[in-house]
């Protein structure tokens, strides 16, 4: 597996003042016709609501450029990720939207058996994070079992992974040291904050942080690794929209097929006749497609949205405008201004 260091410092410099964005409204000139869709479904309320004069009151009309995830071969050196080159967000915000949405994971450390030099031994665990990610366990150890004792500096690693609508399984594996909360302040912001995630009261005694020094980001089974620093991991914010991303994912894929073929075609130059397509993931820079060929290779590519979005409204008139603008431009009543992906990221068998 080839590892690479990401920095996010350079590209996201600290502000003291939030950041704003300016939109335009545009008016359309062609109405879209409601969607049919190519299976017997429920009828879709996804794209409905805003199907009204101005379909995108957000956002100007304006054709995205797509961008693709780029697999590293073996022997290149580098690997380029950023947020303006690709769209997609850094692996560091990736990391703290996994750790927001999972509640388990599985936490690692040596066992302290003398006699056999300790052996790394992982158990299953249930973790809250606090507002700069940092992962809070409820941990009651047995000393007659041979496991590991926490003390102040053990080193740790907590394993996490999301799974993305059972298409994609990015995951996070944060090392540290685990120490157990000694200050009443902090033990009691941590018993609430336990109680707020797992509804139930907790001893103070049994609470303990993964302190953070590093995290080694995967964005799927088999997949290169990517090293986060505990610096931006911090700074990171969690994905906006990772509280619904997977319920519009869902009502997407299932209420609107003909949208997401039309994404496909019309967004991305694929050589080749598609198959079957599905929408994985959505975040506030857009989203990846999943697309298998008549041959069974199965790829992917990422269409950024045509501005960032903070929450659901904004992403129900980006997915409307753009599917808008895919139709005008099937239809020949828009000219494409944009560059089609050329280049997909092929999914080969998860190991």
């Known amino acids: 597996m080839l590892l690479q260091i990401q920095s996010l410092t350079s590209h996201f410099p600290p502000s003291a003042l939030p950041s704003t964005t300016t939109t335009t409204t545009t008016t359309a000139y062609f109405s879209k016709p409601s969607l049919s869709v190519s299976k017997p479904s429920p009828s879709s309320q996804f794209f409905t609501q805003l199907k009204l004069?101005?379909?995108?009151?957000?956002?100007?009309?304006?054709p995205p450029k797509c961008s693709v995830s780029?697999?590293?071969?073996?022997?290149?050196?580098?690997?380029?990720?950023?947020?303006?080159?690709?769209?997609?967000?850094?692996?560091?915000?990736?990391?703290?939207?996994?750790?927001?949405?999972a509640s388990r994971g599985t936490l690692s450390a040596l066992t302290q058996e003398s006699e056999h030099g300790g052996w790394p031994l992982g158990i299953g665990v249930r973790f809250a994070v606090d507002s700069q990610g940092t992962p809070v366990l409820c941990l009651k150890f047995d000393t007659s079992v041979p496991t590991f004792l926490p003390n102040n500096g053990t080193r740790s690693?907590?394993?996490?992974?999301?799974?993305?609508?059972?298409?994609?399984?990015?995951?996070c594996t944060l090392l540290g040291n685990l120490q157990k909360v000694e200050d009443q302040m902090a033990s009691k912001k941590l018993r609430s904050l336990w109680k707020k995630n797992f509804g139930e009261e907790v001893d103070e005694g049994l609470l303990y942080v993964v302190s953070v020094e590093r995290i080694l980001h995967m964005e799927d089974f088999g997949e290169d690794g990517v090293w986060v620093t505990s610096a931006d991991y911090k700074l990171a914010n969690p994905d906006p929209l990772r509280g619904f991303a997977e319920k519009i994912v869902d009502e997407i894929n299932a209420n609107?097929?003909?949208?997401?073929?039309?994404?496909?075609?019309?967004?991305?130059?694929?050589?080749?006749?598609?198959?079957?397509?599905?929408?994985?993931?959505?975040?506030?820079?857009?989203f990846d497609m999943r697309v298998t060929s008549t041959q069974n290779d199965v790829f992917e590519f990422r269409i950024p949205f045509p501005g960032e979005v903070t929450d659901e409204?904004?992403?129900?008139?980006?997915?409307?405008?753009?599917?808008?603008?895919?139709?005008?431009?099937?239809k020949n009543f828009q000219v494409p201004e944009f560059k089609r992906v050329k280049q997909l990221k092929k999914i080969t068998s998860r190991c």
């Open 256 to 286: 609107n097929m003909e949208d997401v073929y039309r994404f496909c075609n019309i967004y991305a130059d694929l050589g080749f006749q598609v198959l079957d397509a599905k929408m994985v993931w959505v975040d506030r820079l857009g």
């Open 53 to 62: 004069r101005n379909p995108c009151p957000r956002f100007p009309v304006v």
């Open 157 to 171: 690693s907590l394993h996490v992974q999301l799974d993305q609508c059972r298409l994609r399984t990015p995951q």
């Open 70 to 101: 780029v697999v590293s071969q073996p022997g290149s050196s580098h690997l380029e990720l950023t947020s303006t080159d690709n769209h997609k967000p850094f692996p560091a915000e990736v990391s703290r939207t996994i750790v927001e949405l």
């Open 313 to 330: 409204k904004g992403a129900k008139s980006a997915f409307n405008c753009m599917s808008q603008l895919a139709w005008e431009v099937e």
